[in-house]
């Protein structure tokens, strides 16, 4: 053997262990992306990875806000620097490892901050750390942010250290940019879900959204309500108090509708529609649509009742019939709906204008599929409006 050999052998058993280690950390970062619960744990992750890879005893990430630095995940070492750094954002100036890093765009070292004249951050005390190495976390050549490790020991990083965080940080921010996708794909459906029914924002971001929306044929449940009494009660209500109702009816709605799993359809004033049994599966939905009708009447009767001292008399109408309709995406570039067409939505429409107050009306299909659940009366056939043939018609008196 020759007398370099040992030397290199050891050299090589050092690069491959630092390589498992990288790719170790890798890994576990990508894993937190992948289980997407958003950026803050791919930023734990990050902190823990970086401090491992450099035997560091503290790590901290920071990400840009503007012209400063915000610390964003720190190691679990010491809670009361954590705090520090919050409250003590880093410019970019020579005052903090991450100031440095901020101005030079590459990993800088300070082998120990209490001989560096120019450092000056305050958290040093809290933690203890004597040496720092910062690093930056660049993506398509902007600076989003910076990794900082830091040892209670003074002295220089290991070239071998500073490399291996270096090449981590390159991955960490492709880490993060997935990550604040992910977050911002989730907001954007959490609000998108405040204007249309959750099923509906989850079906417009997945992959199979774009083929039912562009409308397929279905077999739902659709539910019908609308308010007696509403229209005398526009006509001398003041705005407020008008809004103040329709408010209040429309929240109980909401609140009702997702725990029987139906899909909002649109809100028209005083009148609501619902299906069930798309985009997403619903097991009895013909038996879902009534157990959210009888809710619905409890609960309304109980916001009556408090109506009813201010002279307000409202009652709640609900029809529900069963059958095939045309379902996806109706409206134009803009402003689009998520709705269902066809006899059926039209029938569970004329039941509900048909309802007194407090009745829950069925049409024959809902009613062959739930007579042995449902306790229901006959209504007798019904003459409805723009059906050529009288309706057999029930009436919903209670779950058996």
Not at 106 to 132: N, T, W
Not at 168 to 195: G, K, P, Y
Request: charged residues 25%; negative net charge.
């Amino acid at each position: 053997m020759g007398e370099h050999e040992p030397l290199q052998v050891e050299e090589l058993v050092r690069d491959n262990e630092n390589l498992r280690e990288q790719r170790r950390a890798i890994g576990e970062v990508l894993r937190a992306v992948a289980r997407s619960e958003g950026l803050q744990p791919v930023l734990n992750e990050i902190v823990a990875a970086a401090k491992r890879l450099c035997h560091g005893e503290h790590a901290q990430l920071y990400l840009a806000d503007g012209d400063l630095f915000v610390v964003f995940s720190q190691s679990d070492d010491s809670p009361a620097g954590y705090e520090y750094a919050e409250d003590h954002p880093h410019a970019r100036d020579r005052t903090t490892v991450v100031g440095r890093v901020a101005l030079a765009g590459e990993a800088v070292q300070i082998p120990d901050v209490l001989a560096d004249a120019e450092y000056s951050f305050g958290g040093q005390p809290i933690a203890g750390y004597r040496a720092l190495l910062g690093v930056p976390i660049v993506l398509d050549g902007e600076l989003i942010g910076a990794i900082a490790v830091g040892r209670n020991v003074p002295g220089p990083f290991a070239d071998e250290h500073v490399e291996i965080v270096t090449t981590f940080a390159d991955q960490a921010a492709i880490a993060i940019a997935n990550a604040r996708l992910i977050d911002a794909v989730e907001r954007q459906r959490t609000e998108l879900s405040r204007f249309v029914s959750p099923a509906v924002a989850t079906l417009i971001s997945s992959s199979e959204g774009e083929r039912l929306l562009a409308g397929h044929r279905g077999y739902i449940s659709c539910f019908f309500c609308d308010l007696r009494g509403f229209t005398a009660f526009a006509e001398t209500a003041a705005p407020e108090e008008l809004i103040e109702v329709l408010r209040r009816y429309h929240e109980m709605l909401g609140e009702l509708i997702p725990d029987f799993g139906g899909t909002l359809e649109h809100f028209a004033g005083d009148g609501v529609m619902v299906f069930f049994n798309d985009p997403i599966a619903v097991e009895d939905h013909e038996l879902q649509a009534i157990r959210l009708a009888i809710a619905e009447q409890e609960r309304f009767e109980e916001l009556a009742q408090g109506w009813r001292k201010r002279g307000t008399e409202l009652g709640l109408g609900i029809g529900i019939e069963a059958g095939y309709a045309t379902i996806g995406r109706i409206g134009f570039e803009g402003r689009y709906d998520y709705g269902a067409l066809g006899p059926v939505t039209n029938l569970a429409a004329r039941l509900s204008t048909l309802a007194a107050a407090g009745q829950i009306l069925i049409g024959p299909h809902v009613f062959g599929v739930v007579e042995e659940t449902v306790q229901t009366a006959p209504v007798g056939d019904l003459e409805v409006k723009g059906f050529g043939r009288p309706i057999p018609t029930y009436e919903v008196l209670g779950l058996r």
